[in-house]
Structures are given as structure tokens and as C-alpha cells.
């Protein structure tokens, strides 16, 4: 089995179907995950199902990484890949095997009989906006000193629910759901072409030890600073969501509707960019999403304080809710490299020298 996905994932177009059909028999027709899987049949429809077991196999088999030493895009490898030899994310094909095994006993065990549970399993299979999207994620990341913990083990491949992802998939559904959206198209291209991307997937990095382009954020090498966990994304989805949600001129009864739900918080001061401080507008945003300009963009999403090459110790790094925000083209150029308290502390400075010259 193991050479037959090794044939899978060498060729030029993967298939996921392929690798379904070749391999999900191992826990198929085994007699001590069949009754599991028997229970997944039953409890969801054939297309619910199967998402259900692409997820499961991509989760524990597989892995998008960057194709070296170009650094251009990825290529699903599996985890005993060569490129991951002496990784913390290899993993061997029989290790593979428990991860999955273990996922499919919780989740027909004890998992899916909590209906909250339930509700956000179907909240991803019916409102994903990434392949194979499911609630896994790592337990936790090795310490940045440790150099022997594999992060990809039995026991650290876990399902997840909390409160934030609840949140977040049921603000999903309603915005993309045309019966509860006022402008159902829109926020489908927002969380497209905007959210995904600055949420999950990393940038293009052509220095320092772990270079990146495009990588899932939780599949990149663990000691990186580009590096997050999937429930801390979502949280990031959920933060940027929510800005949006209060940019000057956001439709008024829609946002109250959220509020009513405490899917949104009470109380939300309008965005702003957080160099420029000019009130972020909402109707622009949605023009220039609409209507784009190649090469142009007055939204942008970037981090407070630029993560650090290379340095995940950094006080003022990391891919977090609370380091991310819209951002405005002028204030993004403006700031460039520098933390916001540095490029807040410049413009002090430059409003000083202008006032001491009479020139503001």
C-alpha cells in the first residue's frame, strides 16, 4: 500500500479520488476500524462521507510542501517524503496509519456524540473554503529548543472545537449563505481571495533557514515564525471578519443581525488603518474587489509588527489575531519593515520636526 500512494503522489496531477479508492481500504475492510467506518456511512451522505475521508487521509498522510530549491509552489509529498528526512514533520507510513486510525476511532467514538461537534463537523464539510478542510490540528507545537519531538505523532493529530471556531464557521455560513447575506457573492470573493490567503497560507520567503511560498501555516517547519496552528488562523479569520465587519458603511442591519446571534461582538468602533488612521470604507473595499485593477490594492492585510526573520522568540512576532490587521496602500507603504510602535514613533517625530519648521 505504502508504494502504491508513493505512485499517487509522484505523479504529475494528483488525485485525491485515486488515493481514496487505493487506500482508504486499509481501514475500510479492516476489522478493527471497519465498524467505524460503518458508522460514518450511516450518520452522513455518500458526498459527506467521502469529504470525511479525503480530510482524514490528506490530514494524516500528506503534506503541501514547497517545492525546492526554486521555491515556487507546492506539491502534495507524503510525510516519509526525503525532503522531510530528520524533519519534526516526517513521519513514517505505519505512524501515518495509527494518526488516521486514531482520528477515525475519536471521531465515531466519543466525538460526534456531542452535537456541538457535530454542528461545526458539518459547518466545515458544508462551508470550507480550503481542500480537505476539517477540524484538525496539532495539540502543540515542539518548544523552539527541542530538536528530537516530531509534531506530526499519534496523540498530537487531534480533533477541535472551540468556542472562537464555532464563532467563526457560523459567521462562514452566514455571510456566504444567500438566504442570510445581503451580498452573498461578495463575501465568497472575500474570503477567496483575501481571507485565505493572509490567513492560511504563508508568504513568499526566499531567506533565511525556512523558506516558504504559499504553504499551509501549520505545515511549515515548526521552529519558523511563519509557522501557526490552525485554530490560531481561524482565530485570525475570525479578527479580520470582524474588522470588516465594522469599516464605515458596513450594512447596518446585517452587522446587528450578527450581533444579535453574538456571533460578532456588542461593541465595534469603526476600522481604521492603524498607521494611517483613516477610517477604512466599506464600499471602497467592495468596488475595488469587485472592479480590480491589476498591480493595485488600497486594502491589504498585513502584520502590526513584520514577523522577524526566522526568530519565533521575537516579543513582537508571529502569526497571531492580535498582530494582524487591514491595512491601508499608503500606510502599508509607510510602514515597510518597521514595528508599529516604530513607524508611530517616526511619524511623531516628522510631525515634531514639522511643527518646530512651521510647516504643519
Same mark, same amino acid.
Given at each position: ?80 517524503? !526525503? ?5 519534526? #514533520?516526517? @513521519?513514517?507510513?505505519? %505512524?501515518?496509519?495509527? =494518526?488516521? /486510525?486514531?482520528?477515525? &476511532? ?117 521552529? !519558523? ?5 490552525? #485554530?490560531? @488562523?481561524?482565530?485570525? %479569520?475570525?479578527?479580520? =471578519?470582524? /474588522?470588516?465587519?465594522? &469599516? ?113
Amino acid at each position: 500500500m505504502q508504494k502504491i500512494i508513493d505512485q499517487l503522489i509522484a505523479s504529475d496531477r494528483f488525485s485525491m479520488k485515486l488515493l481514496y479508492d487505493s487506500a482508504w481500504s486499509i481501514f475500510s475492510t479492516n476489522k478493527a476500524t471497519s465498524d467505524s467506518i460503518n458508522i460514518l456511512r450511516n450518520d452522513f451522505s455518500n458526498n459527506k462521507y467521502k469529504q470525511i475521508a479525503f480530510g482524514i487521509l490528506r490530514h494524516a498522510f500528506l503534506i503541501e510542501l514547497v517545492k525546492i530549491p526554486g521555491i515556487e509552489t507546492t506539491k502534495f509529498r507524503t510525510r516519509w517524503y !526525503s525532503q522531510l528526512s530528520g524533519d519534526p #514533520r516526517e @513521519c513514517s507510513f505505519n %505512524e501515518c496509519v495509527e =494518526i488516521a /486510525q486514531d482520528l477515525v &476511532f475519536t471521531l465515531t467514538g466519543v466525538w460526534l456524540k456531542n452535537s456541538e461537534n457535530l454542528e461545526v463537523l458539518t459547518l466545515f464539510l458544508e462551508h470550507g473554503i480550503l481542500p480537505y478542510e476539517l477540524p484538525i490540528d496539532y495539540v502543540e507545537r515542539p518548544a523552539i529548543n527541542d530538536m528530537a519531538t516530531k509534531i506530526h505523532r499519534k496523540g498530537n493529530v487531534v480533533w477541535i472545537v472551540d468556542e472562537n471556531v464555532i464563532r467563526t464557521l457560523k459567521l462562514r455560513q452566514y455571510l456566504t449563505n444567500p438566504q442570510t447575506s445581503p451580498d452573498a457573492v461578495f463575501f465568497k470573493k472575500v474570503l477567496d481571495d483575501k481571507i485565505k490567503i493572509k490567513t492560511y497560507l504563508t508568504d513568499r520567503v526566499l531567506t533565511g533557514l525556512y523558506k516558504t511560498n504559499r504553504e499551509k501555516r501549520w505545515e511549515v517547519h515548526p521552529r !519558523s515564525v511563519h509557522f501557526s496552528l490552525r #485554530r490560531v @488562523c481561524i482565530a485570525i %479569520e475570525y479578527e479580520l =471578519i470582524t /474588522q470588516l465587519c465594522a &469599516f464605515e458603511g458596513f450594512p447596518e442591519n446585517f452587522r446587528e443581525m450578527l450581533q444579535e446571534q453574538e456571533i460578532l461582538p456588542q461593541a465595534m468602533e469603526i476600522s481604521r488603518c492603524p498607521i494611517t488612521l483613516e477610517p477604512l470604507v466599506f464600499q471602497k473595499f467592495r468596488e475595488e474587489l469587485m472592479n480590480p485593477t491589476h498591480g493595485k490594492s488600497n486594502f491589504q492585510v498585513g502584520h502590526l509588527n513584520p514577523l522577524k526573520l526566522d526568530d519565533p522568540n521575537s516579543l513582537i512576532a508571529g502569526h497571531t489575531p492580535g498582530n494582524i490587521s487591514w491595512i491601508s496602500a499608503n500606510g502599508n507603504r509607510i510602514q515597510g519593515s518597521m514595528s508599529l510602535e516604530e513607524v508611530r514613533n517616526l511619524l511623531k517625530q516628522i510631525t515634531h520636526n514639522y511643527e518646530n519648521e512651521g510647516l504643519a
